[in-house]
């Protein structure tokens, strides 16, 4: 018990609940809106590790006052009990006396004694009176008492135990219990800047661990972007840490240098069997050219001749596009860029191929902006729009209509072919950008189904998005180039 020096003045009317102090219970806020899946994986781990700290430091504060409340109602159950065997060996009169050597154990221990008849008069104790809150038929109480102290009155709370003696007495025997009390909200304090602490130190962990983790995202992220692009020299970034993050990043790197071997190796060869392969398909040209013209041939002979010379203009017209396409989807890090004007180039395209289209009898126009500038190859550019309006004419009956268009909205072009042709069924608008696909109902065209797979490479390389839609009828397609293709233009050397 808790030893003062004050004297009891008087029994307050103040009463507080004999049970357990109230702790309150937690507040639930509404959790904000979390878009990246680290944000929502540090704000579990900052709930989790709250929760978890708060049920740990509330079970410790509730052990350590049951422990308090265990002790005190113990000391009280042995004062009672030993008050009782007096009584019961001499009888009231040695229970008083008792009751008045113990009557200063306030000031020393901070006891609380008092014995009253059955109507309230008080026999012996060192409470004035009977605390008017506190009913005689509660086994154990809670109340407060006012005493006077050094610095004046003190409220001081107090835990007792009343017990109905023969004759219709009552005993009070009680303890202060302010000390306790002291201690409980001592705890409840450690227990509030725990919890606070806690919660801090996981809210800075969290936060910290979660802008590592985007910060390693966003260079894969990059990294993979410009090996899209064509740079296969790049490598995913190995920090000191040997985590798992750098464990597979090794092993990535390790397959890109393997891709990368391979694909200089097919790049070499096929580049070498395609220089090989015009050497000898030029001399058999000149050959043939050269046979024509003798006088005295044959006319099935003269026959066989020409259409194996426009045969060899078809392998070398083919052999030409294959390796333009390689080179394109290859060439990401040393690709020349500048500012081209996509809406002047494809005016200018549009009018290098009307006649040919007036020779049959197609509609070729040109609509839109006059001016839409970007940053990319010129060259290939050019390409790409002469492959789609190649295309256009080729299978547009005659009579029919091929519109081009560019339009600019500050951050894209957007670059589109139209038709009114047969156009090109939804399930195969996919695989047709794929080389050598063609439609079984263009089988009879001259062609080899590299056009818009040429285009596709292009569209690729400058990080463009190509569409084929439904004109309706005919053919659409569509192409956004950004103005300003970073990953084109930063690999530049």
């Known amino acids: 018990m808790a030893a003062t020096s004050s004297t009891i003045i008087q029994s307050s009317e103040r009463m507080t609940d004999a049970g357990r102090p109230d702790t309150g219970g937690p507040k639930t806020r509404p959790r904000p809106r979390m878009r990246l899946s680290t944000s929502r994986l540090a704000m579990l781990f900052i709930v989790i590790f709250a929760v978890g700290v708060t049920l740990v430091l509330t079970a410790v504060y509730f052990l350590t006052a049951r422990v308090l409340d265990q002790e005190v109602d113990a000391v009280i159950n042995s004062e009672v009990n030993n008050l009782v065997d007096d009584y019961s060996r001499g009888g009231l009169l040695q229970l ?170 097919l790049r070499t060869t096929f580049d070498s069997a395609a220089h090989d392969l015009r050497g000898p398909l030029y001399r058999a040209r000149v050959r043939i050219e050269e046979s024509l013209q003798h006088e005295g041939l044959a006319d099935n002979v003269r026959e066989t001749m020409e259409a194996t010379l426009a045969e060899l203009d078809r392998v070398q017209r083919t052999l030409g596009t294959l390796l333009q396409i390689a080179q394109t989807d290859g060439r990401g890090r040393d690709v020349p860029t500048e500012d081209v004007d996509v809406a002047a180039l494809a005016r200018e395209l549009v009018e290098l191929y009307q006649p040919e289209a007036g020779n049959r009898n197609i509609s070729l126009d040109y609509r839109g902006d006059t001016t839409a500038i970007l940053h990319g190859n010129r060259q290939l550019l050019a390409q790409a729009v002469v492959n789609l309006l190649e295309n256009a004419i080729k299978y547009v009956p005659d009579g029919g209509k091929v519109e081009a268009s560019v339009r600019s909205d500050g951050n894209a072009v957007t670059l589109c072919v139209a038709d009114n042709g ?68 930063s690999n530049v050397t």
């Not at 306790?180 to 227990?191: D, F, K």
């Not at 590592?212 to 894969?220: E, H, L, N």
């Not at 069924?425 to 047709?432: Q, V, W």
């Open 422 to 489: 047969p156009g090109i069924p939804e399930a195969d608008r996919t695989r047709i950008l794929q080389p050598f696909v063609r439609l079984e109902r263009d089988r009879d065209q001259v062609g080899s189904g590299l056009g818009l797979s040429l285009v596709a490479a292009v569209m690729r390389l400058h990080r463009a998005a190509i569409e084929l839609l439904d004109n309706r009828p005919g053919l659409r397609v569509q192409c956004v180039l950004p103005v300003q293709p970073q990953r084109l233009s």
């Open 96 to 265: 008083i006396s008792t009751l008045h050597r113990r009557a200063d154990g306030w000031g020393r221990t901070g006891a609380v004694y008092l014995l009253v008849e059955s109507n309230g008069f008080p026999l012996a104790g060192n409470l004035a009176r009977w605390p008017q809150v506190v009913s005689r038929y509660n086994d154990w109480v809670e109340f407060e008492i006012d005493a006077s102290e050094a610095g004046g009155a003190v409220s001081h709370p107090v835990r007792a135990q009343i017990i109905r003696l023969p004759g219709n007495r009552w005993l009070l025997v009680g303890t202060d219990i302010l000390d306790r009390s002291r201690l409980a909200s001592r705890l409840r304090t450690a227990m509030f800047w725990g919890v606070g602490a806690s919660v801090l130190l996981a809210t800075l962990f969290g936060l910290s661990y979660s802008r590592r983790i985007r910060r390693r995202v966003r260079a894969v992220a990059a990294t993979c972007e410009s090996i899209m692009a064509g740079d296969l020299s790049r490598r995913l970034p190995v920090e000191p840490a040997h985590d798992e993050f750098d464990a597979l990043a090794a092993a990535v790197n390790r397959m890109l240098e393997t891709i990368e071997q391979q694909t200089e190796m």
